[in-house]
C-alpha cells in the first residue's frame, strides 16, 4: 500500500471525499424537503379549510331539501294524452252525454266531435273540480253575413257555470269580453292569438274551482287560459258565473261536468283531455 506524506492510505482519502459528497447530497435533500414541506403546509391547509366551508354549506343547505313526497312519474309524449289524464273524446262519445240527459247526439267523426245544431249541450258524465284541460278546437270559414258574436260561437262551461268562449275572433270585431279566449262577459284576454278559420286552436286551461263554506263562498275561482301557446288569462279570478244578461253570481254547488255548448254553429273540438289537480 502506498502513503501519502501523512501516513494515510489513499484509499482512505477517497473514502472521506465520497462521505463528503454523500453528507452534501444528503443535506441538500433535506434542505429541500423542508423548503418543499415549508411550501405545500398552506397550501394543504386552504384545501382543508375550503373543505370544511364546503361541508358546512352543504348542511345548511340539507336543512331546506325535502324529500318526501316523491312526485308520482308521468309519462308525457307528444301529441298523446299524458298517462294521468282522462282522456274525454276516444272512439265514442260514452264520455258525454246531453244537458238533457239523453245520449250526446253531436257528430264524432275521426276523434273529431263537431256540434249538430239545435240538439243541444253536451256535458261530460263525470263532474270536475280543479283541473288542467286540453282541447283542440276549429271554426268552419264564416257565411258572408255573419259578424260578431254570430261568427261561428261555441263555449267551454266549467262545472257548467263558468264559461270559456269559443268564437271566430280572426279579424272580427266584438265586445272584447266576449272574444275567443275571454272569461264570458267577464275578463278580457291580454291579446288575441286566434288563428284564422279552417286552423285548429288550441286552448291548455287551468281551473281552480270555488270553495263553499256551507252556502259562504269561501274562496273564487281562479283561471288560467293558454291560446296556442300564449297566455291570455293569468290566474284571473272568476266574478261568478257567465251570464249573458245580468250581473255574475256564485251559489255553493259541488265537483260538476264540462259542458259544450251548442250555439247553432258547425264548431269542432278533437284532443280533449283532462287531469284532475
Known sequence: MKLHKHGLPKLATNTAA????????TGARIVLAALLATSIAPLAFAESAEQLERAEREKQAAKTEVWEPVPAVVS???????????ALLTDDLSAWESVK????NWQFVNGELTVKPGTGDI???QGFCDVQ???EWKVPQPEPDMEGQQRNNSGIFFQQRYE??????YN???YPNGQAGSVYKQTIPLVNAMRAPGEWQEYDIIFKAPVFDGEALESPGYITVIHNGVVVQN???IQGTTEWIGAPKYKAHGCEPIQLQDHGNLVSFKNMWVREL
Open 18 to 25: 465520497s462521505n463528503t459528497a454523500f453528507s452534501l447530497r
Open 76 to 86: 308525457a309524449k307528444k301529441n298523446e294524452v299524458p298517462s294521468d289524464a282522462i
Open 101 to 104: 240527459g239523453s245520449d250526446a
Open 123 to 125: 256535458k261530460t258524465k
Open 133 to 135: 284541460l286540453h282541447v
Open 164 to 169: 270559456i268562449q269559443v268564437l271566430d275572433s
Open 172 to 174: 272580427n270585431a266584438t
Open 235 to 237: 290566474h284571473v279570478e
